[in-house]
C-alpha cells in the first residue's frame, strides 16, 4: 500500500540552528501538507502546496518557515532558526484530489529544540 | 471561521463497555467534509472516515459507528465492546471545498483520549 515517509524520524537541534524536514508524498498525489502537533495538543495546519506553490498557510507558518518541492518526489518543511517552542511533532500529508478525499499522513517527524 | 470542538478531553472504560466520542463543528460553508482520525501510542495519524455534508447517512463499520446530525452540527463516533486496542486518541477533523490547492486543509478538534482498560 502506498505510503508517505518522513525523514528523519526525530531530530534534535540547537536552538538558533536550520533545520530541513523530509517528506516523500504518494507519487501521484499533487496536494501536498505540513501540520504541526505540540506535544499533547491538537494537530494544527500549517501550509498547504500545489502546483508548485503555497496555496494556503497559517498564522504559525511565518517568516522562519519555508516549503519546498525540490525534485518530482520530495516535500520539504526547512525552519531557517528554530526556537524552543518549535519543538514538536511535525505531520506531511498527501492528497490526490483537490476536496472531498482523506489526507494521507506520514509518520511524523519529532524536533525537539534545546 | 470553522471550528471543531471535542468536549472530552478523556474517557476510561472497562472493555466491552461501549464508548461515544462527540464532535461538535462550525462552519459557514454549505459544504464541508468531516472526518475522524485515530492516533495510536505510537503517534502516526491513522483515517477512520470521512463525511461530506450532503450525506447523513449513519456509517458501521465492525465495531465502530458513526452519527452525522447537520441540524447539531454533531459527528459524534460510537465504539461497540471496547477492546484495550482502541486506546488512543482521537480526533474530529472538518476541511471546507476551497478552490486554488488547500481544499483538504484539515481543522482538527482538540483530540479526546481513550483508555480501555481490561
Known amino acids: 500500500e502506498p505510503e508517505v515517509t518522513q525523514t528523519p524520524s526525530h531530530q534534535v537541534t540547537q536552538m538558533g540552528q536550520e533545520v530541513i524536514l523530509r517528506c516523500v508524498p504518494i507519487s501521484n498525489h499533487l496536494y501536498f501538507y505540513w501540520y504541526r502537533q505540540i506535544l499533547g495538543q491538537k494537530v494544527e495546519f500549517l501550509v498547504s502546496f500545489y502546483n508548485n506553490e503555497i496555496s494556503e498557510k497559517s498564522e504559525i507558518f511565518d517568516d522562519q518557515f519555508s516549503v519546498e518541492r525540490p525534485d518530482g518526489s520530495n516535500f520539504t518543511l526547512k525552519i531557517r532558526s528554530t526556537k524552543l517552542e518549535d519543538s514538536a511533532m511535525y505531520f506531511c500529508a498527501s492528497t490526490n484530489r483537490e476536496f472531498n478525499t482523506e489526507a494521507f499522513f506520514g509518520q511524523g517527524t519529532r524536533l525537539t529544540v534545546v | 471561521a470553522q471550528k471543531v470542538t471535542q468536549a472530552q478531553t478523556e474517557i476510561s472504560v472497562v472493555e466491552k463497555e461501549d464508548v461515544t466520542l462527540d464532535c461538535v463543528y462550525e462552519t459557514r460553508d454549505t459544504t464541508y467534509y468531516l472526518f475522524w482520525y485515530k492516533q495510536p501510542p505510537s503517534g502516526e495519524l491513522v483515517f477512520l472516515i470521512r463525511?461530506?455534508?450532503?450525506?447523513?447517512q449513519n456509517e458501521i463499520s465492525g465495531r465502530y459507528s458513526w452519527n452525522f446530525q447537520k441540524s447539531t452540527s454533531s459527528f459524534n463516533f460510537t465504539i461497540t465492546a471496547s477492546q484495550v486496542v482502541d486506546s488512543a486518541v482521537y480526533f474530529c477533523a472538518l476541511s471546507e471545498a476551497r478552490r486554488g490547492g488547500a481544499g483538504n486543509m484539515l481543522t482538527f478538534g482538540g483530540g479526546t483520549r481513550l483508555m480501555v482498560k481490561p
Open positions: 463525511r461530506n455534508s450532503f450525506d447523513e
